[in-house]
């Protein structure tokens, strides 16, 4: 029976062995969207396994398991722990979270996520959050859109960016936004550029780093022994956290050695090389042309704090 697109999820078969998926265990879908992962992992899953799948966006619920084994978690994944401590988990075998934006964001343009069509400047990922692009557009200061635009979409010229947007004030819908944009702009680079405006002001308008450091931080106390995190990442800033976490065992990526020279990490990376898509998966699904599966597997639980 054929489904409506709502998410193709990336690396999916990667991502799966990734986990090492125990019949009786318990794991996490933080990002469950369309729930193409979730059902992959509750495949492997026996009777006594148990699958909670989380998403920050309501809109996820109509594609809820209909399943005895699955738990639909409305939340940010930045609050994880609280969440599972609610649903009576203290620990999992599994965390699983891909990262970006769907599919199904980009097709509901109402949402502002894109600028391939004109909307409302609204850009966020949990419809019952107050804060939008709109509020940031035209509330930031010079300096502070500034620093958006330079440190979440690198954009070189973010101050002449973010001049150019203070100027146009007030603004109301992405094409008012494009139109205060592209004269700074190269022709050849317009979409790229473009595509990098947006990235930024959805990573600040959603708080993505930030919840992004905070799920990192919980895993540790999270997952048991052998138990495997799988991130899949779309852009530089969230790979290089992940990345330097799962290397140092800390979100600062500070790497302490013990007397012999040892990296002291409560992990063990099982795949030192990124894993990136086939050919033949980005000819079936573009968007994880920029995916990247980073896992590893937790050797030493840290003391557990309250």
Do not use: C
Not at 58 to 65: E, H, K, Q, S
């Amino acid at each position: 029976m054929e489904q409506n697109i709502y998410h193709i999820p990336a690396l999916l078969s990667e991502t799966i062995a990734g986990l090492a998926i125990k019949s009786d265990g318990i794991y996490v879908d933080v990002t469950f969207g369309g729930g193409g992962h979730s059902r992959a992992i509750l495949e492997h899953l026996g009777p006594q396994g148990r699958l909670v799948g989380m998403d920050q966006d309501m809109d996820a619920w109509a594609n809820r398991l209909m399943d005895d084994r699955f738990t639909f978690a409305h939340g940010n994944f930045a609050y994880l722990k609280n969440f599972l401590r609610y649903y009576g988990i203290d620990t999992v075998d599994g965390i699983l979270a891909d990262l970006g934006v769907s599919f199904h964001h980009f097709d509901e343009v109402e949402r502002g996520f894109t600028f391939r069509a004109d909307a409302p400047l609204d850009m966020r990922m949990n419809r019952n959050a107050s804060f939008t692009a709109r509020e940031l557009l035209n509330t930031y200061d010079e300096d502070r859109l500034a620093d958006v635009l330079f440190l979440y979409g690198e954009l070189r010229q973010s101050r002449r960016l973010a001049a150019a947007i203070v100027k146009a004030r007030p603004l109301s819908t992405t094409g008012q936004l494009v139109d205060a944009v592209r004269p700074l702009l190269k022709a050849s680079q317009e979409k790229k550029e473009l595509s990098m405006v947006f990235q930024a002001l959805r990573i600040e308008v959603n708080g993505e780093l930030d919840a992004l450091r905070k799920l990192l931080s919980q895993s540790t106390q999270l997952l048991n022994p052998g138990g495997r995190l799988a991130i899949i990442t779309y852009h530089s800033l969230e790979d290089r956290l992940v990345k330097n976490f799962m290397r140092a065992g800390n979100i600062e990526g500070r790497v302490e050695k013990d007397f012999y020279g040892r990296v002291n990490t409560p992990w063990r990376i099982v795949n030192n090389k990124v894993i990136a898509p086939s050919e033949e998966e980005i000819a079936r699904n573009p968007r994880s042309r920029s995916a990247k599966l980073r896992v590893a597997e937790l050797i030493a639980q840290p003391s557990r704090q309250s």
